[in-house]
């Protein structure tokens, strides 16, 4: 059966997620956060721009560790929720289906619009994104960019395949790796991700 990424994005569109009297939305067997793309992007770029063009390997390692670890654990929340073993799941026949499924929730979360363009199942999986709000928010505020500047799409794309294709949870974490080869705020027309499993 394939993934119908229409059916997801109105079953998820009609769940209510809303805060709770402690500030957390309890959503997907996780909690998020009601917090906007622009002050998240503000934290990363501003500790990026602190540390200079010297520290920048350094930099792209700590803040795609940090989005790799959230997106992973997140993720494992929404594939064992209510709302994913009524929704989701039947759609799902193989590991290959969990990946394409993944990425239908975050189109209908709002976290991106990206989809993936070509695919070696458990190998090899690339990804294009026409619309990014990382890429769209460093335009915004600092310009055109001269490296790759989506830290949480590259981590996220990661860490689906992490749960689509490593070991059972939480030891799948770090099976693959993703290079941003295409980024909008460079001025490329789409941003895109590689992601490759790291050899043994």
């Given at each position: 059966m394939a993934i119908d990424e229409k059916k997801i994005?109105?079953?998820?569109?009609?769940?209510e997620v809303t805060g709770n009297e402690q500030g957390l939305i309890p959503a997907f067997g996780v909690y998020l956060t009601n917090g906007t793309a622009s002050?998240?992007?503000?934290?990363?770029?501003?500790?990026?721009?602190?540390?200079?063009?010297?520290?920048?390997?350094?930099?792209?390692?700590?803040?795609?560790?940090?989005?790799?670890?959230?997106?992973?654990?997140?993720?494992?929340?929404?594939?064992?929720?209510?709302?994913?073993?009524?929704?989701?799941?039947p759609m799902v026949e193989n590991e290959t289906d969990k990946l394409h499924a993944s990425v239908a929730v975050c189109n209908a979360l709002g976290w991106s619009k990206w989809r993936i363009t070509d695919i070696t199942p458990g190998q090899r999986a690339v990804f294009r994104a026409d619309e990014g709000y990382e890429a769209e928010l460093y335009k915004a505020q600092y310009g055109k960019a001269d490296h790759p500047v989506c830290y949480m799409l590259s981590a996220v794309a990661s860490a689906l395949n992490d749960l689509s294709y490593g070991t059972e949870y939480p030891t799948g974490i770090y099976t693959f790796d993703t290079v941003e080869t295409k980024c909008r705020a460079m001025g490329d027309p789409y941003c895109e991700f590689v992601t490759t499993r790291k050899k043994q």
């Open positions: 994005i109105e079953g998820v569109s009609q769940l002050f998240y992007n503000r934290i990363n770029y501003e500790f990026e721009r602190t540390l200079g063009p010297s520290f920048h390997r350094e930099t792209r390692l700590i803040l795609i560790n940090a989005a790799w670890v959230c997106g992973y654990n997140t993720f494992r929340g929404i594939q064992t929720s209510v709302e994913w073993e009524g929704l989701i799941k």
